[in-house]
Each structure stands twice: as structure tokens, then as C-alpha cells.
């Protein structure tokens, strides 16, 4: 009887230990939810995760003890000390109550006071209130992305370890264990949704705050890269703060660039930011065509006084100038080539004539820059405005002639829509008549269903 007590006491202790070393595996990663354009699963690797697991559990159950035996606002501070007995290398432990209030935290300590239940990770994951749900069914695991400050604060996966000190807060700590990378998605390719694209990267920015943003920004395989459609972002010197696809260039002033046809980009893009948001054409080097300086139509819009966001769609001149339009021009040129001139422009200038459709009119100069015809504006017929310039400071009536003149295109420029009384981003086609003479039509570019991308 003694030899069976004997026995059956060590296999309780040995059934003891493998129920403890248990609780320390993670569990196998919880798919986000179904239909999510962000959801993705990562499992850790068995054999480098568990020991950093225990290390990590291990760690967390010390500050718990810790907090239980020590006044709470010094605990709290203790946590908060990014020199402290809590923070050993990548380890370090946060504190939080169950309204998601930070109560400490070592690296973000801006965030202490903030509830921060509505905040998202990189891939849109709302990842205090997944740790909180945690917490408040005693401890567990829960993945997300976050910034790793000892990898020059890149966000990357992190499998954190949260455990209830009271009914009052809670405390976690976490391990990181690679970058993040974005589930595949479709490309922006339209007006609309590069606008949208650049809008939800703004509101992760407000949500998650500046240093969290940033990051995510700059990392190139993460959730703000496309394919060649890309969030970068610079402030309102004109310095780069991400470009994930030249990062040797973040730091650096782009305020006094030009692309290869002159334009000022940078600092068109800061006006358009001041002013709430627009739209910008413009030349820029193509990711995917060996960094080829390529046309580009981005959309950029601040986020907060300190700094602004774009993207953008690498385009053609075919795709900017729609076939109607491109219509809309040739049949008035071919009225003034039968007509003449003057029965032309005529017909041009009269509101009730057969060349106002829509939000489509022509307007045309002579090749001094004088005005012939402008059906909306006839106190500027005669005048000549050779050297007038649009809101941004491009000389549009000389490229209009200029681009005439060499076969006609496209000219892109900013105007004040009488829509929207707003300074719009404007895209016009024109063409030559007579070598003496030239007419074309625009549209503004809004946000809406045109397919902008090859």
C-alpha cells in the first residue's frame, strides 16, 4: 500500500508540472474576422517561441506579484521608468484599467491617461481592447502589431501576455517575433479610392498617434503598400517623415524639388494640405519601372498641424483624358475648320449654343494668348492673360499654346470650380486650328469611378 501512495504521488506531481508547462504555450493564432480586408493568422514557431513564451509569462507574473505587494502609484511609476527593473531588452510591462485607460507604459508615455479601447494596430485590429478581454478572464494571448523600439521603432508582429491584477487593472507584456506583411489586396485605381486610401490612413494615424503611423508608413511590406500605390508622408517644411520605397530619403527637404517638367510638387502638396486636401499630377519615380520617373496623380490631405499624408496611382495621359472630352474638342475643331473663326468662336461664347454640355465648354485663345472665347467669363474676351497663372503658380494660357502648338495634349492646371466655389485640380485637352489659333475643353478631377491605373 505504501509503494502504491508512493506511485500515485509522483504521478500527480508529474501530471502538476505538464498542466503548468501547458499554460505557457501560446495558443495556435485567432483568425480576425471573416471578410476583413486586413484579416491574416500568424502562428509563432514552436521551437523559438516557447522559451521566449515562459520568459515572457514568467516576466509578467513577477510585475503582477510585484504590483500586489507595493503601493499602486509607485508601481505604476516603476513600470513608466524606461530604466527601470521592468524593462529588460525587448521586455517590458504595460498597464492598463478595463476602460482601456494606460496606466503606465515605458516607451509611450504620452499615452498615459488615454483611453485607448478604440485604437488599431497596423492591420486594423483593435488590439487593447482584445488584450482587456483577455485581462478580464483573468490572463491570456492575444497577437498584433506594434512598434519595436529596439528595431528603430518598425512595427512588426508581437504575441502579448496579459494577466488581471485586480478588478480595478490589469498588466501584459509582449514578445516580437517578425515584420508585418499585409494580406494581398486590389490596388487603388481610381479617384474615389485613392482618396480612401489616403482618408484611412490618416484616421490610423489620429486613432494610433504619430510614432505608430510613421512607422507603419515606412514599412514596406506592411499594410499602407500595394503594390506600386504607397502612403508616404513629409511635414510642412517639406521634409520627408515615410517613403517606404526610399528610405534614405526620409529626413531630407523636398520643398524646393521639381519633377522633370519643372513643377514644384512638394510644394503644391503642402498648399493643397493647408487648404483641407486635393488632387496633384505630376512626375515621380515608378517603383516597379526601375524607378523611372512616371506620371502620377496622388491625393494628399493633412493629418494634424505637424503634418500631412498622400498616395497616388501611376497613370497615362490616355487614362487622365477621357474619350468623350477628347470628342468634345475635336467636333468644335472641326466646326471652326469649316466654319472659320468667327462663326466659331461665336457658337463657342453663346451659353445657349450646341458647345455647352454639361459641365463641358471650349474656350480658346489666339496664339499671343488672347481670349476668344470663354462662354462663362465674357469680360475676359480680349483681354490677353499670356501670362496668367493658376492658384499654384503654373502659367496654364502659355501651356495651353505650348502644347497646341506641338500637335495639342493634355495640360493639367488648378481653377475654382463654380460647382463647389473650391480651387480643383483640372484636366484639360486642346489643340492647334489653324497655326494661329487654339480651342480646347476640361474637366475637374473629382473623386469618382474613372479607372486611373494601366
Known amino acids: 500500500m505504501k509503494n502504491f501512495c508512493s506511485i500515485a504521488s509522483i504521478l500527480v506531481i508529474i501530471s502538476l508540472l505538464l498542466v503548468t508547462a501547458g ?17 491574416f493568422t500568424v502562428a509563432p514557431s514552436p521551437t523559438t517561441a516557447s522559451l521566449s513564451n515562459e520568459t ?42 478595463f476602460d482601456g485607460v494606460t496606466l503606465a507604459h515605458p516607451f509611450n508615455p504620452e499615452k498615459i491617461g488615454m483611453s485607448r479601447l478604440d485604437e488599431q494596430d497596423a492591420l486594423g485590429t483593435l488590439f487593447i481592447t482584445n488584450l482587456r478581454n483577455a485581462a478580464q478572464s483573468g490572463s491570456g494571448f492575444v497577437e498584433f502589431s506594434y512598434i519595436n523600439p529596439a528595431h528603430n521603432s518598425t512595427v512588426e508582429k508581437k504575441l502579448g501576455y496579459v494577466e488581471k491584477v485586480n478588478e480595478d487593472w490589469w498588466l501584459g507584456s509582449g514578445i516580437y517575433f517578425g515584420p508585418v506583411t499585409a494580406p494581398a489586396r486590389k490596388a487603388p485605381a481610381t479617384s474615389a479610392e485613392i482618396k480612401d486610401y489616403v482618408d484611412n490612413a490618416a484616421a490610423y494615424a489620429t486613432k ?5 503611423a510613421l512607422a507603419a508608413f515606412n514599412n514596406r511590406t506592411g499594410p499602407f503598400v500595394t503594390g506600386d500605390v504607397y502612403v508616404y508622408a513629409l511635414d510642412y517644411n517639406g521634409t520627408a517623415r515615410a517613403l ?4 534614405e530619403q526620409v529626413g531630407t527637404s523636398f520643398l524646393t524639388k521639381t519633377d522633370s517638367a519643372g513643377k514644384p510638387y512638394t510644394a503644391t502638396e503642402i498648399q493643397l494640405a493647408r487648404e483641407g486636401g486635393g488632387y496633384i499630377l505630376y512626375h515621380y519615380p515608378e517603383p516597379a519601372d526601375n524607378t523611372s520617373s512616371n506620371l502620377k496623380i496622388s491625393y494628399v490631405r493633412p493629418v494634424d498641424d505637424t503634418y500631412w499624408i498622400g498616395a497616388g496611382i501611376y497613370t497615362t495621359e490616355d487614362r487622365l483624358i477621357d474619350t468623350g472630352l477628347k470628342a468634345f474638342v475635336n467636333e468644335a475643331k472641326a466646326i471652326a475648320k469649316t466654319n472659320g473663326r468667327d462663326k466659331a468662336v461665336a457658337e463657342f461664347n453663346n451659353l445657349n449654343g450646341s458647345f455647352i454640355k454639361s459641365d463641358l465648354y471650349i474656350f480658346a485663345y ?4 488672347t481670349v476668344l472665347a470663354w462662354p462663362y467669363r465674357p469680360d475676359q474676351i480680349g483681354i490677353n492673360r499670356i501670362n496668367a497663372t493658376d492658384p499654384a503658380g503654373t502659367g496654364h494660357v502659355r501651356a495651353f499654346i505650348d502644347t497646341a502648338k506641338n500637335g495639342g495634349g493634355m495640360v493639367d492646371y488648378y481653377s475654382v470650380n463654380p460647382a463647389t466655389n473650391t480651387t480643383q485640380l483640372k484636366i484639360s485637352y486642346v489643340t492647334d486650328i489653324d497655326g494661329t489659333w487654339m480651342l480646347g475643353s476640361g474637366r475637374y478631377l473629382e473623386p469618382g469611378p474613372v479607372i486611373l491605373s494601366p
Open 23 to 39: 499554460c505557457t504555450q501560446a495558443p495556435p493564432a485567432t483568425p480576425t474576422p471573416a471578410g476583413s480586408p486586413d484579416s
Open 56 to 97: 515572457m509569462v514568467a516576466f509578467v507574473k513577477e510585475a503582477v506579484a510585484y504590483a500586489k505587494t507595493h503601493d499602486k502609484n509607485a508601481t505604476l511609476r516603476e513600470f513608466s521608468d524606461k530604466n527601470g527593473s521592468f524593462v529588460r531588452g525587448t521586455l517590458y510591462i504595460y498597464a492598463y484599467d
Open 208 to 212: 494610433n498617434g504619430k510614432e505608430m
Open 244 to 247: 517606404p520605397f526610399q528610405p
Open 366 to 369: 489666339d496664339n499671343n494668348g
